[in-house]
């Protein structure tokens, strides 16, 4: 019997909060979960001062792992333990100290055990700042964190 719509959000839900409440580094960031779906996710990080770099702009590898989470999120939304294969980054615009930035992950293709998954990464005028591209490997048979949860 395939899973209701809701069975579906209940469980993007449990897989985000599972992958979300150990994840020290997107925490520190100050990275928040705006919404997650089967397959998608945005996550939103206001740019703070220590995260610029000797341009006075948002470094990229912060832009690049704001991306990275919300492909994480959004590929680990079907309670499949999931991984990143590989990924990619162009870098279209700066963002700059105080900037609210938001990465909206959705998936493009699935085959076998792999995805490709596109982020968007937006400033708070919706200008687009970054492009990211991620290859998704399903770990087979085993279960996600998301089953711990009730």
Not at 11 to 34: N, Y
Not at 63 to 90: H, M, P, Q, R, Y
Not at 117 to 145: C, D, M, W
Request: proline share 3%; with cysteine.
């Amino acid at each position: 019997m395939k899973p209701s719509a809701n069975d579906r959000q209940v469980l993007a839900e449990r897989a985000a909060k599972a992958l979300f409440d150990p994840d020290r580094t997107s925490q520190g960031l100050g990275m928040r979960i705006i919404s997650i779906a089967p397959l998608t996710c945005t996550v939103a990080m206001k740019v703070r001062a220590d995260m610029t770099n000797g341009h006075a702009i948002c470094h990229g590898g912060v832009v690049f792992t704001l991306a990275d989470s919300a492909f994480a999120f959004a590929c680990n939304s079907e309670g499949e333990a999931t991984v990143a294969a590989s990924a990619s980054i162009d870098f279209l615009a700066s963002a700059r100290e105080g900037d609210e930035l938001t990465a909206t992950a959705r998936e493009l293709w699935r085959g076998g055990r792999s995805g490709i998954y596109e982020v968007t990464v937006t400033n708070q005028t919706g200008a687009t700042i970054a492009l990211f591209r991620g290859r998704s490997h399903r770990l087979g048979n085993r279960p996600s964190k998301a089953q711990e949860f009730p």
